[in-house]
């Protein structure tokens, strides 16, 4: 049989601030033969998430650091374009942490059976992959309750968008942040949020008293900085912030100064939860059922921001701190 030619995206040097194009590299690899108990797959599309930024720094984290000279890793969902191991076929869809690679060879450990009947498959990577399973395990930590007010920071993205429509789903009034006008009626007039504002038009703490005047119950930070900041100030007493991420800062060099209202956690009695959400992959299969249930009923949209081919996978990646995407960033190989 003849060699199976792959076209990967490698890690060329650590970023220093705001990632280039200069950082990453376009190879071309042949892959090995087929053994037995392996599967060739040919990935369909590809995933681009903030928290890659945080791999691409040397040194220890919760992940491991990717490696320079090699492919770098992420979620990816594919079709088998042939198996040597009983429990897949050719044509079978699958999901893997894969990504950044048009090809690639693969245990059946290291693959997850999806169905074809959803489409796009890429769905699997947004509002049924790990940015929505991220959004629906943030809202069982903070204990969400019907009528209350919740504020979810990057409200437009991949993470935050699904939190906001879940939330509604549960009878909260939602209140959103996102870097645009677009992106500001994207979360009112598609996903249904109650209040969304530009936090590029004035101070976030000024907007959101004005929009919350008597204060939020729950934050769901994708931000930190200062929108955390003016979320402290706006939670009630005994409110809740779910730590989710904080693409803010994700590109500094050195660490930013904590809030300046961080005792306000103190004051109120706030409860403060960070969250991984590969830690509740148990429970993967209860998110897929109600999820996937909304989504089919057309309860839930699944947003996306796609760009084709492997060669602008590194744009796509960068572009996400340039706030260029609504909805999940996909990158569909072609």
């Excluded at 990935?43 to 691409?56: C, E, H, K, Q």
Aim: aromatic fraction near 8%.
């Amino acid at each position: 049989m003849s060699k199976t030619i792959s076209h990967e995206v490698r890690l060329a040097s650590r970023p220093k601030g705001i990632p280039t194009a200069a950082d990453f590299a376009l190879a071309q690899t042949e892959l090995e033969s087929l053994q037995d108990g392996q599967v060739l797959v040919r990935n369909l599309f590809i995933s681009v998430d903030p928290y890659m930024r945080g791999r691409m720094n040397e040194g220890k984290s919760y992940v491991p650091a990717f490696e320079l000279g090699k492919p770098l890793e992420g979620g990816a969902v594919g079709e088998v374009i042939e198996s040597r191991a009983k429990e897949f076929k050719r044509g079978d869809a699958v999901t893997s942490n894969f990504g950044w690679r048009e090809c690639f060879i693969a245990s059946p450990k290291e693959l997850r059976s999806v169905s074809r009947d959803v489409q796009s498959l890429s769905v699997y990577l947004g509002a049924l992959g790990m940015t929505g399973m991220t959004a629906w395990v943030g809202l069982h930590l903070a204990e969400i309750k019907a009528g209350e007010t919740i504020f979810i920071s990057g409200a437009a993205g991949a993470v935050g968008n699904v939190a906001g429509q879940l939330a509604k789903l549960r009878r909260c009034q939602v209140i959103g942040s996102a870097g645009s006008e677009e992106k500001v009626f994207f979360l009112r007039d598609e996903c249904g949020f109650d209040i969304a504002f530009n936090y590029k038009m004035g101070p976030v703490a000024e907007q959101l008293k004005l929009e919350a005047p008597d204060g939020i119950d729950v934050y769901f930070d994708n931000v930190g900085g200062e929108t955390l900041e003016a979320a402290l100030s706006s939670l009630r007493v005994h409110g809740r912030i779910i730590a989710c991420g904080g693409i803010s800062g994700y590109n500094e060099e050195k660490p930013r100064p904590g809030p300046a209202n961080l005792f306000n956690i103190t004051t109120k009695r706030l409860t403060m939860k960070g969250m991984i959400v590969r830690d509740w992959l148990d429970r993967q299969e209860d998110f897929e059922k109600e999820v996937g249930g909304y989504l089919q009923a057309g309860k839930l949209i699944n947003k996306e921001t796609v760009v084709e081919g492997i060669d602008q996978a590194v744009g796509a990646f960068i572009g996400l701190f340039g706030g260029k995407n609504i909805g999940k960033m996909v990158v569909k190989l072609t």
